[in-house]
Every structure is written in C-alpha cells, then in structure tokens.
Nanobody
Framework: QVQLVESGGGLVQAGGSLRLSCVASGRTFIDKAMAWFRQAPGKEREFVATITWSGGITDYADSVKDRFTISRDNAKNTVYLQMNSLKPEDTAVYYC????????????????WGKGTLVTVSS
C-alpha cells in the first residue's frame, strides 16, 4: 500500500497562490503516476492534473491549464500542485491520488488516495 498525505490548503483571496504538497509513504513511489483531483460541495470529484512517474509528461484539465502546475520530487516522495491566479470556482477539497502504470484522468482508475486538503478562494 501507498499512504498519501496532503497539505498546503487554506484560505486565499482571488488572484492569489497556494502550493499543495502530497507526501507518499509505504510502497515504492517512484513508479507511480500521480494526480490531483478536487471535489466542490455538491459536485462530483473532478480531474485537475496528472504527472508520469518520471515527471516528463503532465496533463491538465482545461479549467486549470496555464494557472496550475503539477510537479514531483521522487527523492522526497512528494508531488506538488502550484496553483496561481486562483478563482472562487477553484474552491474545493483537493485530493492526491496515485496509480500503477500510466496516467489517467479517471478517478476510478486510481489505486491510492489521500484524505484531501481544503482550498477556499474568497472573492
């Protein structure tokens, strides 16, 4: 098993920035594709960004492209989500997830999940 713990959420004004971190422990992290998802109140969980095990390929939801950046440091077993130009509609619980093999936008394809960190963007 891989345990994932997110941190870095909080309250920020629109236009501000936050960086989320997700630390993995347990089984090997380096061979896992990692992703961030989010879930706003009353809505389904949605894909935000994903990154291959090497960090060489990333993919983003259209709603966050050019504002968010996913990255990873395999030496630290950590994946990051840098969020800039935040909007009130970015308010959600953000979840870190991982899977064996290649990247996937489908949350049902994930093998490991963190418990989430709340991001609130005020207008």
């Amino acid at each position: 098993q891989v345990q994932l713990v997110e941190s870095g959420g909080g309250l920020v004004q629109a236009g501000g920035s936050l960086r989320l971190s997700c630390v993995a422990s347990g089984r090997t992290f380096i061979d896992k594709a990692m992703a961030w998802f989010r879930q706003a109140p009353g809505k389904e969980r949605e894909f935000v960004a994903t990154i291959t095990w090497s960090g060489g390929i990333t993919d983003y939801a259209d709603s966050v492209k050019d504002r968010f950046t996913i990255s990873r440091d395999n030496a630290k077993n950590t994946v990051y989500l840098q969020m800039n130009s935040l909007k009130p509609e970015d308010t959600a619980v953000y979840y870190c997830a991982g899977k064996r093999g290649g990247t996937d936008r489908n949350p049902d394809a994930m093998h490991y999940w963190g418990k989430g960190t709340l991001v609130t963007v005020s207008s």
